[in-house]
């Protein structure tokens, strides 16, 4: 499966980016492209002092663009999207397939005093339910937002899926960097699954400080190693996954079986 990694800042109204990249990666045979946090809207915090009709106005716009690259390119694009409905605004990553549009809605958002997404947007607090799954030519594929990595919980949804790849777009800053890359090469490595990471680059300007958005948009291997990443400039990054390497990594490992073992033997006791 060849996938894409497109390392952007926020693009606003504009599309032209969109419009040569997609064509760049189409050229290189890429069936699945994957955006990182805040690219098609900006970030929250900027968010916060616009009005909810230019939100609507441009998440629109941005979905329209999308929607018609994915039909004259033949390829599925994955990039989060602010939503606007009856006044409320819900945090998503949005599935723009050829023939149809889907939406993962966030399920766990960051909430902390400096970056509180939970308190901004309207996602439904309400029992974890598994991530959003769709399949490309026998390629199982899940969408999980970055903060949702965190959580045990959210992987226990997944556990009897047998996903290949994991697609993460994520908005990560600050000193974070070695931290991100040691937690996505211990989910790959502990579910047997490619982990595709989408950062954004660029930066937002408080009254404080500078939150500079580093990319290091990454593959990582079901075996838990870093295969391919990008530096913290604007780039294009184009992968190659095997599902038969998710299979084996899952078998040479064993850490379902064991599992599965124990949870048969509770059922017979």
């Avoid at 690219?39 to 999308?66: G, R, T, V, Y």
């Avoid at 599902?243 to 078998?251: D, G, K, Q």
Wanted: with cysteine; glycine share 4%.
């Amino acid at each position: 499966m060849r996938a894409a990694v497109l390392q952007l800042n926020a693009q606003g109204m504009s599309s032209t980016k969109l419009y040569n990249y997609v064509r760049i990666a189409h050229k290189q045979g890429v069936k699945v492209l994957l955006l990182g946090e805040y690219i098609l809207n900006p970030f929250f915090k900027e968010l916060q002092s616009m009005s909810q009709a230019m939100i609507k106005e441009q998440s629109h716009q941005q979905s329209e663009i999308l929607k018609e690259l994915s039909t004259t390119y033949n390829m599925t694009i994955v990039a989060p999207l602010i939503l606007e409905k009856k006044k409320k605004l819900y945090k998503t990553i949005a599935k723009f397939a050829p023939s149809s549009t889907s939406y993962y809605q966030q399920q766990l958002l960051i909430n902390y005093s400096h970056w509180n997404e939970e308190k901004f947007f309207d996602n439904e607090v309400k029992p974890l339910e598994s991530p959003f799954i769709f399949n490309i030519h026998g390629f199982k594929f899940a969408l999980m937002n970055g903060f949702e990595l965190h959580f045990d919980e959210v992987f226990s949804k997944l556990s009897s899926k047998n996903i290949d790849c994991i697609l993460l777009p994520s908005v990560s800053t600050f000193d974070s960097f070695e931290r991100w890359k040691s937690l996505i090469c211990s989910r790959a490595f502990t579910h047997n699954c490619y982990i595709l990471r989408a950062n954004r680059i660029g930066e937002y300007q408080d009254k404080d400080s500078v939150w500079k958005f580093y990319g290091d948009s990454l593959l990582a291997s079901p075996n838990g190693e870093v295969v391919e990443h990008l530096g913290n400039r604007e780039e294009l990054m184009v992968v190659d996954m095997d599902h038969s390497e998710a299979v084996h990594a899952r078998r040479f490992w064993g850490f379902k079986e064991a599992i599965t073992k124990r949870h048969t033997k509770e059922l017979h006791t």
